[in-house]
RNA sequence: UGGCUCGUAGCUCAGUGGUAGAGCACUACCUUGACACGGUAGGGGUCGCUGGUUCGAUCCCAGUCGAGCCAACCA
């Protein structure tokens, strides 16, 4: 415990009262420093360990490194904050793994691009170690800035075990990891099709490859057959030239026999073996099996095949096959034994393979060869079309698929675990619509890339070895002959690094790895006479799915791993269920035998407004920091300028700014915008960020305050008892708040325990400002020097702010630290954050009291209607008749009529039975059809007003009578319906009934 | 193309097999010693559309239209 929470924050003045005003900005600062002080936020692993406290486990989904807070992760935040702080007030062994992500791609990109604007240079300029230094410096200076956002979000994350996906520990897990993974045969290397990010030169998962619907051409070109005649001279006009020189090429004559492909990838042809057909399509049976003649290359054999999985309705139903850069070209190569040709290098430009045309980006290339065989007189026209473009989620660029050697991670074994674990249970997906996009994610996996050409982050942990080099080259000549690159290089006097770099390109896998060996061990550095470690670094989610236990110290048999593991919910967006969440159950299933939580649940997504996905490039980013701490519309559009946004579309996103937001975004405070989220997650659905929402929030907090107010300068120092001493003296109003006061800690439990956070912030909403404000309060403002009434408001909201705090800890914190009393009733426990987590007390359950409590209410409601519509003054003196004929209403009215006449503001409250009542003259009447409200209106009354209102009240109860009877028109309603609702509808429409003869009485004696 | 989610008051959203709810906005009155970021009362909805099941459907089922997400895909 430190002197700073005794402390008030900046700005109190007043001993004992409460400020006009909540300061959230001091507030926030303050006792989130007070809490990491006092060590609120970490969990006693002893006692876990001796079994005193029950773990309750969150790994944190670790932000990029690069990132700066937006509103995902204001909202998971939010979320598991809530969680995180209800089981630490249940007296769990709370803990919040934080953490960041070191982000290989993004990182590397931002890196190199400052090195590029301030230095002009490369990292290829810079060298990989030089290069990596400075992402280390880089990481050092910027990396905690997400950390700080966090913190100010208010998040209770254990920071005394914050960890970054790349400082030693994790790659310590990683290593160990690979190395498990390898020695039991499940990581290889293979020469496959990977998605190349020319962008960034590196390949991408699967996952990594979004796909955008754009429009593009069929563009259709003639492969004529070959031997059907002589061959002529043709010319085109020679791509490398813009002089209007010519190539030439020989091709047979124009009317010989041809067959018509059509693509969307024309300069892919440079790359074509073969064409196409399905085996059953007559148009090409005659052609299957004869050569064609490749207009670029007539030496290179390109022949017409058929299979299957062509397609024979769409384009001409031939197919032209570019296995090095198409993955269904690929299988039908692998099918075929067709051989590859590569024409792109890792930047997408044309290669040595493309002939005359290497040397061009693969746009431009497409437009020379369009042009060229567009002279040829082999072009045969184009339609446009529809297609998916694969982009990178990283940089945008279009994926070229591109041959590549890559480590792949088998994906069978561990997708069969994952849907095993989901089927029986052993994790929880919630919502659990999820579990079928979950099945059939992992029925349909492919084998893992693990690769990336990166500089930036854990190292591929496999060494070659140089001993064995020139057996393997020996081995591979065997099978292909001594023509291979590796021989020559071998006899050119190439050793050491050098052979293996050629080596490594061009011999068959599993002759690489047999001079590969995957290790923990540094062994390069031991022996780089012998060892070369692996160029490519692992992909950021390896390294993420070993997340939930490399934090806690595995591979070590750590206390932290075995009190904390496996956790208790993973929390997270649906958009990275597989990228992250399918890795860290299938890795932590594989290393420890179980899966590392017990439940999934899966956010929304956060939108803005007008329900379009937060982006900055689009401009309608809504920063988190600037709903906590509100901003003027002017900072707010220069701020925006500042986002990449397109030049032309950025006036028409700054006037829809100042549509939105004419004031700017009102400051809602860290809780405000908390409590916000909170409310609006609901299941299944995109969080639309409402801002005029987030300042109804607002309201309620300031609404929070006051009442606190109200009570700390009505209550002031008196002595205020337990409630248990004074459990014989509640009144009803005291007995009511009471029970209230249990369902509502009920709800928000119930609600927080099944993840419905919505009905959480709703539940404690409505019981503090409906109920505990708009009645006790003004209930107590009558009685508030009784004892039993004193502890029962100080009670109430004392266990409103317990309940209330994981939602809004700040705020809570602040009010709960100054209840009067709050040292005699709390002795031993210094901060709302660690105070007891209300439970339901079914004691003060009271069905009575709620009971007597609603017809109370209900007379007052009929009383004020009267009063208000008939155009009584809120001052006026009025007087009031109650009457009914049910006896136990007319004993109720006998206990409650000053309460009653106290909310209500009645100068004088008389009961009566119905019978013998009679009613003055001049009276404005309400009635519920079983009790009747008879305002006095001597002198006071606008006669037609009230009329006007007798004769809609009337009409609506009529209105209902009637729906009623047609419902008791059918008769299968009576013989087949449940007998209660049978009943409950008769005596709907007797009330019905009742009050309409009520009111037509009234109506009668107002002449 | 398949899977999933959503379509309820002007807006943002809850909800249930038994005559529809909240917040904001709106109308009227009220500056009452906690709070005008407030109080009181009130207006406002054929619960996307069409069928079916049922005594009864906003809720369950089928279809349909619209919005969105995910996965796949025809080159």
Redesign the pocket.
């Known amino acids: 415990m430190t002197d700073a929470a005794a402390t008030p924050p900046a700005g109190d003045a007043d001993e004992g009262a409460l400020p006009k ?1 909540y300061d959230a900005r001091a507030a926030e600062a303050h006792w989130y420093r007070v809490w990491q002080d006092a060590g609120v936020f970490t969990p006693d692993v002893a006692a876990v360990q001796a079994g005193r406290q029950r773990p309750y486990v969150i790994m944190m989904p670790p932000p990029n490194v690069t990132g700066s807070l937006h509103m995902g992760h204001a909202l998971f935040v939010t979320l598991q904050d809530i969680l995180t702080r209800t089981h630490r007030m249940r007296g769990e062994a709370a803990l919040w793994l934080p953490g960041v992500d070191h982000a290989g791609i993004a990182t590397q990109t931002v890196v190199e691009r400052e090195l590029k604007r301030h230095e002009g240079k490369s990292r290829h300029d810079l060298g990989r170690e030089k290069f990596l230094e400075r992402v280390w410096e880089w990481k050092e200076k910027n990396g905690s800035r997400i950390v700080e956002q966090l913190k100010a979000m208010g998040a209770s994350a254990d920071w005394t075990r914050e960890r970054f996906t790349m400082d030693a520990q994790c790659n310590r897990a990683v290593k160990e990891a690979f190395v498990r993974m390898w020695r039991d045969g499940l990581i290889y290397r293979g020469e496959r099709l990977v998605n190349w990010d020319p962008a960034t030169g590196t390949g991408l998962s ?2 990594e490859v ?2 955008e619907e754009k429009d593009g051409e ?1 563009w259709r070109f003639a492969y004529k057959v070959k031997g059907g005649g002589p061959l002529n001279a043709k010319s085109f006009p020679s791509p490398q030239h813009d002089d209007g020189r010519a190539a030439t090429v020989m091709l047979p004559a124009d009317d010989a026999l041809e067959i018509v492909v ?4 024309p300069e892919t042809m440079l790359g074509d073996v073969a064409v196409a057909v399905h085996p059953e399509d007559p148009r090409y049976t005659a052609l299957v099996g004869r050569e064609l003649v490749h207009p670029f290359f007539p030496e290179r054999k390109v022949v017409v095949i058929a299979d299957a999985a ?8 031939a ?2 096959i570019t296995p090095a850069h ?3 070209d690929f299988e039908m190569g692998q099918r075929h034994g067709l051989p590859m040709i590569n024409i792109f290098t890792l930047h997408a430009a044309t290669n040595e393979n493309a002939g005359v045309f290497e040397g061009f980006d693969r746009f431009l290339a497409r437009k020379r060869v369009k042009a060229a065989l567009e002279e040829l007189g082999l072009f045969r026209g184009t339609s446009p ?1 529809k ?2 473009v694969s982009v990178s989620q990283r940089s945008g660029a279009v994926i070229e698929p591109l041959l590549s050697r890559q480590f792949f991670v088998k994906t069978k074994r561990f997708a069969e675990q994952a849907l095993s674990i989901v089927e029986r249970g052993e994790t929880r997906i919630i919502p659990e ?1 999820w579990k ?2 979950w099945d ?2 992992m029925h ?1 996996i492919r084998d893992w890339n693990v690769s990336r050409q990166l500089w930036w982050g854990h190292r591929v942990p496999v060494f070659y070895d140089l001993t064995k080099i020139d057996e393997v080259i020996e081995a591979d000549a065997n099978r292909k002959g001594t023509n291979t690159a590796a021989v020559k290089a071998q006899a050119d006097g190439v050793r050491g690094r050098e052979l293996l770099r050629i080596a490594l390109s061009t011999l068959d896998d599993e002759l690489v790895m047999k001079l590969a060996v995957a290790s923990t061990d540094e062994l390069e550095q031991q022996d780089p006479e012998r060892w070369v470690q692996e160029e490519d670094v692992l992909d950021t989610w390896f390294s993420s799915g070993l997340w939930p236990f490399s934090t806690l110290g595995w591979p070590e048999s750590t206390h932290d791993l075995k009190a904390f593991y496996p956790g208790a919910v993973l929390e997270t967006g ?2 990275i269920l ?1 990228f992250w969440v399918a890795r860290m159950v299938w890795m932590g299933a594989y290393f420890l035998g179980r899966s590392p939580f017990a439940d999934v649940f899966l956010h929304a ?1 956060v ?1 803005d ?3 379009k ?1 937060m982006s900055k490039s689009e401009g309608n980013a809504v920063d988190p920091l600037d709903v906590i701490h509100g901003i003027a519309l002017p900072e707010l559009l220069a701020k925006t300028k500042t986002y990449p946004v397109p030049e032309k579309k950025l006036a028409a996103v700054l006037k829809a700014i100042e549509k939105e937001f004419p004031e700017g975004i009102p400051a809602a405070g860290a809780d405000g915008l908390r409590f916000t989220l909170a409310a ?1 997650s ?7 960020l ?1 801002i ?2 987030a ?5 309620f ?3 929070i305050w ?2 606190t ?2 009570v700390l ?2 209550v002031g120092d008196a002595p205020v008892p337990a409630l248990a001493e004074v459990r014989d003296q509640l009144s009803l109003g005291d007995r009511w708040i009471l029970s209230r006061l249990q369902r509502a800690t009920r709800a928000v439990s119930d609600a927080i325990d099944a993840y419905r956070f ?2 959480a912030a ?1 539940a404690i ?2 019981f503090f ?2 109920e505990l ?2 009645v006790y ?2 209930i107590t ?1 009558g009685a508030i020097d009784k004892p039993a009434t004193r502890a029962t408001l100080l009670h109430a909201l004392d266990t409103s702010m317990r309940l209330l705090h994981p939602l809004c800890p700040f705020q809570t914190e602040e009010i709960w630290q100054k209840l009067p009393g709050r040292d005699a009733r709390w002795p031993s426990t210094k901060f709302c954050a660690v105070a007891p987590w209300p439970t339901p007390d079914l004691a003060l359950v009271d069905e009575n009291a709620e009971r007597e409590m609603a017809v109370v209410l209900d007379a ?2 009929m009383a ?2 009267v009063r ?2 008939s155009g009584l ?2 001052r006026a003196p009025v007087k009031v008749d109650l009457v009914t004929q049910d006896q136990d209403v007319f004993a109720i009215l006998g206990r409650q009529s000053a309460l009653i006449a106290l909310l209500a503001a009645l100068s004088e409250v008389n009961r009566a039975t119905s019978a013998g009542y009679q009613a003055p003259r001049l009276s404005g009447t309400q009635s519920n059809g079983v009790l009747d409200v008879v305002v006095h209106l001597e002198g006071l009354i606008d006669v037609d007003k009230e009329k006007a209102r007798l004769q ?1 009240e009337i009409e609506r109860a009529q209105k ?1 009578k009637a ?2 009877e047609k ?1 008791f028109a ?1 008769e ?2 009576v ?4 007998p209660e ?1 049978v009943a ?2 008769r005596a ?1 429409m007797a009330a ?1 009934d009742e009050k309409t003869a009520r009111l037509g009485a009234a109506l009668g004696r107002l002449g």
């Not at 059509?262 to 990838?265: E, I, P």
């Open positions: 005003a699967d996952e979004e796909h069929l059509a693509t969307t990838r062509v397609d024979r309705e769409f384009g001409t139903g197919v032209k198409d993955p269904n079309i297609h998916n619509w079928k996009t059939h994610f349909n649906s958009d597989f997504m939108r407004g007008a329900g996905k609006l609901a299941h299944g659905r995109d969080v639309k409402s005029p929402r300042a109804g929030y607002k309201a907090l300031n609404k006051n009442a107010r109200f300068m009505r919505d009905e709703n909403y409505q400002w409906s404000c708009d309060v003004e403002k007052v409601t004020r209607n208000q519509e003054g809120p809609r209902d729906g009623l419902r059918n299968d309603f013989k087949k319906a449940p609702v409950e509808g709907t019905l």
